[in-house]
């Protein structure tokens, strides 16, 4: 098992800068993804940035391409997301998520993802 905790979310003024943390504990050796998604109200979960766990291979969806960043420390088993020029629409519950299997590509389906954090929600005021 792998339990993940996110943290970092708050709120904001649009064109801030936040920076989530999600700390990885339990059975995260071997290869892998982690992952940040995000829920708006009413709306789907959506894929925003991935990162191999061994490779750091990463993946971002085209809304945030460019703005945020996400990185990992393998000591401290985290991985960060930078989110920098923060607009209303980047409003959501953002959630970690780990899958710990190895695949050819990037994985960002979230029926890939086998364990999921808490969400920690971000707000940004206009």
């Known amino acids: 098992q792998v339990q993940l905790v996110e943290s970092g979310g708050g709120l904001v003024q649009a064109g801030a800068s936040l920076r989530l943390s999600c700390a990885a504990s339990g059975r995260t050796s071997g290869s892998g993804f982690m992952a940040w998604f995000r829920q708006a109200p009413g709306k789907e979960r959506e894929f925003v940035a991935a990162i191999g766990w061994l490779g750091g291979y990463t993946s971002y969806a085209d809304s945030v391409m460019g703005r945020f960043t996400i990185s990992r420390d393998n000591a401290k088993n985290t991985v960060y997301l930078q989110m920098n020029s923060l607009s209303p629409e980047d409003t959501a519950v953002y959630y970690c998520?780990?899958?710990?299997?190895?695949?050819?590509?990037?994985?960002?389906?979230?029926?890939?993802?086998?364990?999921w954090g808490q969400g920690t929600r971000v707000t940004v005021s206009s």
């Open positions: 998520a780990a899958v710990f299997r190895p695949s050819k590509v990037v994985v960002t389906a979230k029926w890939d993802y086998d364990y």
